[in-house]
């Protein structure tokens, strides 16, 4: 178990991509994940032609940054150093990122990637731990990511 966080990129929607098997069909849902229209459970075999096509679409495999922020141990370590530092200081860091060691399924908006950097550019300026600098260093990058495509952070 751990802490994995992605950003897609855009190469489908704005058409550097190979073509989409079924381009009628592509969606994409509210986290900015690729899906097809219509009933999932009748249409197997179009999701496992929609997920290799995906896959092969681009250079990036569909993820612009793609990052293990860490196993369930020095995400609670983060999430400890927040605490007895700070804690008012890195709500987002604390409540949408380091909540958990495995949270999965959610993800912060690139709305909200202004106020994570000023949050996790703070928690640099605290600290020359070399975890702590490299937890720092993957969200920078996540969050720029997320900012150049418009697209969220998704754990
Ligand atoms: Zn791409």
Request: net charge negative; glycine share 10%.
């Amino acid at each position: 178990m751990g802490l994995d966080a992605s950003v897609r990129c855009n190469c489908i929607q704005e058409g550097k991509a190979r073509p989409h098997p079924f381009p009628g069909l592509l969606g994409f849902d509210e986290a900015g994940e690729p899906t097809l229209k219509g009933d999932r459970d009748t249409n197997l075999k179009l999701w496992l032609k929609h997920d290799k096509g995906y896959r092969d679409s681009c250079p990036h495999s569909g993820y612009l940054v793609e990052k293990r922020l860490g196993n369930t141990a020095s995400v609670a370590y983060v999430r400890a150093f927040l605490a007895n530092h700070s804690p008012n200081s890195f709500p987002l860091l604390l409540e949408r990122v380091v909540s958990s060691g495995s949270h999965s399924g959610d993800w912060v908006a690139a709305s909200d990637m202004p106020q994570l950097l000023t949050e996790t550019r703070r928690l640099q300026g605290l600290t020359s731990d070399p975890l702590i600098l490299q937890f720092t260093n993957d969200v920078v990058e996540l969050g720029e990511a997320s900012i150049a495509t418009g697209n969220p952070i998704v754990f």
